[in-house]
């Protein structure tokens, strides 16, 4: 087959025909490529999706002590009103007693105001301690019942299996009584 | 075939072990490496290769879409103008889906064509012909199935009509409409089983591809003189030869192609399908898509609804016996003087039932669909059976290579002593 057909002889180790592979074979991978980005594409986030990612709270019927669960992209995200005792237990912590050291001023905006993704880090349920009734662990924050990880009112990991303590998400006061998270 | 490892010829040790147990890369190698392939082909015999690559994008750009689509009568339509509007690229998933089965269609039309005008369905192919009709018709219910999943008007009284079709089957029609449509008129559970169907056909299409190719592997392919290969050098490889025409042909189609999904996405579609199905309202003129109008035109140019029904689905069953019609042993046109003037009606008379197929029923459509009706069966049933008889076809060549090489190369005692074919 080709082996039969005259090759010009090789100018600087390479042929006309190697030359016309690599940029026949170039071209072929570009297209290739710019053909599977819209389809990899199309699996990220719609626009529709994007646009519902940030979510409003009011703040003002968030009585002192209790805290609320609200959505932010699928997630449930914890609001919660802290006491004057939980605050000055989360600052009280030592951080060298913590796993995941954080000092809990960097965790929050107001010091009332706690805001964390409700996700345990370990492998994804969603911690007890949103209401009065709950179980919240020893350190008065939240606990997980899937495998007994305890957070303190810091939303700080301080037992059990999770690595990392909940997430903050990003959030900003758009007034006194209003935030948006995302 | 022997027990035991296959004695791979790959010098590459990890290609080699996988080949000894699954001699995928010798079959490759064999099937479109040394294959070998007629040395005359022209370009008419890229479209083979050309209805693969639109399946394969009609299936990656259809499993893309389904990931975005809802098959529910209230959220279908939404659910589509979401994927135009919202979803990334979904324009051009939807817009390459909608216009690569247009492709799709007159790649297969010009690949059947092919086949009618240089006699590839004749023996030792009839077998391979009959496939590709199966093919056909599994492409048509596809996409006739899939041209609902809008749920736009067009989309809901498409499906009420062509559903519609079988009430016209003596006795049970109405019950036969009934089961397809799982209710009493075109709604949500046939929408739901439209979905489902549309989605296993192409995989059920690509099963016949694969029979359709190996019974092509087993008797050759055929090409523009209609003869067989005599010998070594009447053929060429597959590869380098026809891969680098066929690549030829692929960068032409996607050429076109480009240019109707980026600067003509709608040309081809109807305005009315962006319309939320109603089903109360029917359009006032409701046209199937356009590679079903020369069907559609039969349909409509019989005055009685079961013959009209009966006559659309026999002129594509028609081609599954067109193996036998055709008594002429000649395959190719150009050695038929008779057969290639009536063969160029029959193409035109095509054309025009695709043209009336899209205009009102009424005159003067009625009449020239009837006359172009009329035609398409009487050269299938009446001038292909007697042109075999009456038409003294021209001398054919000798071999592929004679005319090709002006002499030929040297020829094989065994091949020269081959009879002609009547001539």
């Known amino acids: 087959m080709a082996d039969s057909m005259a090759q010009p002889a090789p100018q600087d180790g390479g042929t006309r025909r190697d030359f016309l592979q690599l940029v026949t074979g170039s071209f072929a991978a570009v297209g290739v490529g710019a053909i599977a980005w819209p389809f990899i594409s199309s699996m990220n986030p719609a626009r529709d999706t994007l646009a519902v990612s940030t979510t409003d709270v009011d703040l003002k019927p968030i009585a002192a002590g209790s805290a609320i669960t609200v959505v932010f992209r699928g997630k449930p995200v914890f609001v919660r009103s802290r006491t004057e005792e939980e605050i000055k237990a989360a600052r009280a912590t030592l951080l060298s007693e913590l796993r995941d050291p954080e000092p809990d001023q960097v965790r929050v905006k107001k010091d009332q105001w706690l805001v964390v993704v409700g996700i345990c880090t370990h492998l994804g349920c969603i911690p007890l301690g949103q209401k009065p009734t709950d179980q919240r662990g020893p350190f008065g924050g939240w606990f997980c019942p899937c495998h007994g990880s305890a957070y303190d009112t810091s939303g700080r990991i301080r037992v059990g299996p999770a690595p990392t303590n909940l997430p903050v998400p990003t959030y900003a006061f758009t007034s006194d009584t209003q935030i948006r998270i995302g | ?423």
């Open chain 2, 1 to 423: 075939m022997a027990i035991g490892l296959h004695k791979s010829e790959f010098k590459n040790p990890v290609i080699r072990w996988v080949d000894a147990r699954l001699p995928i890369f010798t079959m490759v190698q064999k099937e479109y490496g040394t294959f070998p392939t007629p040395r005359n082909f022209n370009y008419f015999w890229n479209f083979g290769a050309l209805a693969l690559v639109s399946l394969v994008i009609m299936m990656a750009t259809g499993i893309f879409l389904a990931m975005n689509y809802t098959a529910q009568t209230g959220l279908a339509f939404d659910s589509v103008e979401r994927i135009m509007r919202d979803v990334n690229y979904g324009w051009l998933l939807r817009y390459a889906h909608a216009n690569g089965a247009s492709m799709f269609f007159i790649v297969v039309y010009i690949h059947i064509f092919r086949n009618l005008y240089y006699g590839s369905y004749k023996a030792p192919r009839e077998l391979l012909f009959m496939l590709g009709v199966v093919i056909f018709l599994l492409m048509m219910a596809t996409a006739f199935m899939g041209y609902v999943l809008p749920w736009g008007q067009m989309s809901f009284w498409g499906a009420t009509v062509i559903t519609n079709l079988f009430s016209a089957v003596p006795l049970v029609g109405e019950s036969i409409v009934t089961w397809l449509w799982g209710g009493f008129s075109v709604d949500n559970p046939t929408l739901n089983r439209f979905y489902s169907l549309h989605y296993l056909m192409p995989f059920l299409i690509l099963g016949v591809v694969f029979l359709h190719v190996a019974t092509l592997h087993i008797t050759g392919s055929n090409n523009p003189l209609g003869i067989d290969p005599k010998g070594p050098q009447d053929t060429v490889p597959f590869h380098p030869y026809y891969t680098a025409k066929d690549s030829v042909g692929l960068i032409v189609y996607f050429i076109v192609f480009a240019v109707l999904v980026f600067f003509y996405p709608n040309i081809l579609g109807h305005a009315d399908n962006y319309i939320p199905a109603n089903p109360l309202v029917t359009p006032p003129h409701i046209v199937p898509e356009w590679y079903f109008l020369p069907f559609y035109a039969i349909l409509r140019a019989v005055p009685d609804k079961l013959g009209g029904v009966v006559l659309m689905f026999g002129s594509i069953a028609i081609l599954f016996v067109l193996p036998w019609l055709d008594t002429s042993p000649v395959r190719s046109m150009r050695f038929r003087p008779l057969a290639r003037p009536f063969f160029a009606v029959w193409c035109l008379g095509f054309i025009v039932l695709l043209y009336v197929g899209g205009k009102p029923a009424e005159e003067p459509y009625v009449t020239i669909a009837r006359v172009a009706t009329a035609y398409y069966f009487l050269y299938f049933l009446v001038i292909l059976p007697l042109l075999g008889r009456l038409e003294r076809p021209l001398p054919l060549p000798e071999s592929i290579a004679r005319p090709v090489l002006r002499g030929g190369g040297p020829m094989p005692a065994g091949a020269m002593s081959k009879p002609m074919e009547k001539a």
